[in-house]
């Protein structure tokens, strides 16, 4: 099973490669990686397990953090209606965006960044994606709230960015009149 110490953190080349192309079908070591992956966020937001592991709760996790530079990532979340967002991407791609940004109100952290960097990080407010998932399917969703957060987190990663580079430096909590916040 993945623990922390198998999560680089910032400072790793990795984090600031552009991950590859992820050849379809997946292969089984691709699929076992991604299984491993969606197997962490499950015990790390388990109370039991992530506390005997010492895991930190996480939900989303790019195959860069594990430093395997693929184009792969994990989510899993509930949103604020209990819809539930669980899905493994390969490939992901965003096809059209909106105009409108959003923002998590309380910052974004990241499990390969130690240290909290305070700010908003202003995303796209809602996101139409495409990818496919471990059995080599087409997926096509279309994100808003916080699922749309985390889906940009993830595939910041694969693109070789981390949260805090989108952080004005000079005004951390500067905000454009319409961005939308989610607490
Ligand atoms: O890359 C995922 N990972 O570092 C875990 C944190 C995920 C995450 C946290 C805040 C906002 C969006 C996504
Ligand atoms: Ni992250």
Redesign the pocket.
Same mark, same amino acid.
């Given at each position: 099973m993945l623990l922390m110490k198998d /999560?680089i953190r910032d400072g790793h080349p990795t984090l600031r490669k552009i991950a590859k192309e992820v050849p379809l079908p997946p292969d089984p070591a691709d699929i076992e990686t991604l299984k491993s992956m969606e197997e962490f966020l499950i015990n790390s937001q388990d109370p039991v397990i992530s506390d005997k592991y010492g895991l930190?709760g @996480? +939900? #989303? =996790?790019?195959a860069p953090?594990i430093n395997v530079p693929k184009r792969m &990532?994990v989510?899993r979340l509930t949103d604020e209606k209990g819809e539930e967002y669980n899905y493994s991407f390969i490939n992901p791609k965003i096809i059209s965006h909106s105009v409108e940004k959003s923002y =998590?109100t *309380? #910052? %974004? @952290?990241? !499990? *390969? +960044?130690d240290r909290n960097i305070p700010g908003y +990080?202003l995303r796209y407010a809602r996101i139409t994606v495409k990818g496919f998932n471990e059995k080599g399917e087409e997926l096509k969703l279309r994100l808003r709230g !916080?699922p749309a /957060? +985390?889906f940009? $987190? %993830?595939l910041? $990663?694969l693109n070789g960015v981390m &949260?805090y580079d989108h952080i004005n430096k000079k005004n951390p909590f500067q905000l454009n009149e319409n961005a939308i916040p989610i607490e």
């Open positions: /999560i930190r @996480g +939900v #989303g =996790l790019a953090q &990532f989510m =998590l *309380s #910052g %974004e @952290g990241c !499990l *390969s +960044v +990080v !916080l /957060i +985390v940009q $987190h %993830e910041d $990663h &949260f």
